[in-house]
């Protein structure tokens, strides 16, 4: 490909108003300040947890894998708003935002980062295995894709049972091209599952970007007509209207009685694990999408507006800090699990 057509291609990513696109239309006036500080507080929980991870894996408390959320937080938090009590999430291994956008408590889930006994998954699971069935929130999943027919069982279950509520998966590009992707797809369709399927596209994998591996281009939402799923496409970066875009899926989930996909575009600020010196993308395209940061354009936009002003902004701020302080705090003055307790919780016959 030329570096003409390259840059076109880009063009089209960054631009969700492609006349394909069923672009969400947010409207700032429809939340009110409350709701807007929530999700500004969320975010920015998000962004200073992950930032606390990265120093804690430097200095060895935290150990094996860890894959950072920063730069999605407004897709997490956005579509984790718009979700109830009774719906089900499942989703990938770059699940530190998910568990915090649910409320999942700060002080288990870092206590899981450091492999303490007082962790969700009792420190047995680490970054990858957050989960806390009292919130209905069932994992982190390490395996690439392995997460999306276990979505599909839990929204079998809750049709089976006439159970109010959807299951939302959230999965990464590079699962895409797993043939389990494909069958979960035909069949939740086939079945009218109450099913969201959330694709977090940050254009890359763990080291290609998707333009390297994937037939069809960097949109995946117009593939769904192979499957007769309603799909729509989303500003990532952009909370409002991820917000909005999932509030819009989950109500035609359950009206229509068939799956839903959206195909939110975003970007990690990161590698794609702490370890990751991502040679496959230059320092240019990172800057641009950091533009569109929304720990920064959001809390400016609402002072901007004068929704809020800057004193509230650093007041959160300083409250979340804090927060995560104990959490940290918490965490390292925690026991270890003992070694007898090593095969228990195991589910193996
Ligand atoms: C079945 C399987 N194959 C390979 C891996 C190794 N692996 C871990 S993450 C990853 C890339 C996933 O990329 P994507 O789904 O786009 O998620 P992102 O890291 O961008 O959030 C790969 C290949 C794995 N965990 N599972
Ligand atoms: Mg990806």
Known sequence: ????????????????????????????????????????????????????????YANGNIRGFLHLYSGQEATGVGALSSLKDSDYIVTHYRDHGHALARGLDVNRSMAELFG??????????????????????????????????????????????????????????????????????????VWNLPILFFLENNKYGMGSS???????????????????????????????????????????????????????????????????GQKYRNQDEVTVWEQKDPIIVYPKKLIELKITTNNEINKIKSEVDNIISDAIKFASESEEPSLNEIYDDIVAE
């Open 1 to 56: 490909m030329t570096s003409k057509q390259k840059i076109e291609k880009n063009k089209s990513f960054h631009d969700i108003d492609s006349k394909k696109s069923r672009k969400s239309n947010p409207s700032i006036n429809s939340l009110d300040i409350n709701e807007h500080l929530e999700l500004f507080r969320k975010m920015y929980l998000i962004r200073q947890f992950e930032n606390a991870c990265g120093q804690n």
């Open 116 to 189: 303490k006994k007082t962790g969700l998954s009792k420190g047995k699971g680490g970054s990858m295995h957050l989960f806390d069935a009292s919130k209905k929130f069932m994992g982190g999943h390490a395996i690439v894709g392995g997460q999306l027919p276990l979505a599909a069982g839990l929204a079998l279950s809750q049709q089976y049972e006439n159970k109010d509520g959807i299951t939302i998966c959230f999965f990464g590009d590079g699962s895409t091209n797993q043939g389990i992707y494909h069958e979960t797809l035909n069949l939740a369709a």
């Open 210 to 276: 998707i333009d390297r591996v994937r037939a069809g281009g960097l949109d995946f939402f117009p593939a769904m007509n192979t499957y007769e799923i309603p799909s729509m496409e989303v500003d990532g970066m952009d909370v409002l209207a991820v917000k909005e875009a999932t509030e819009i899926a989950r109500e035609k989930i359950l009206k229509d009685k068939k799956p839903f996909f959206i195909e939110s575009k975003t970007f990690r600020f990161v590698g794609h694990s702490y370890a990751d």
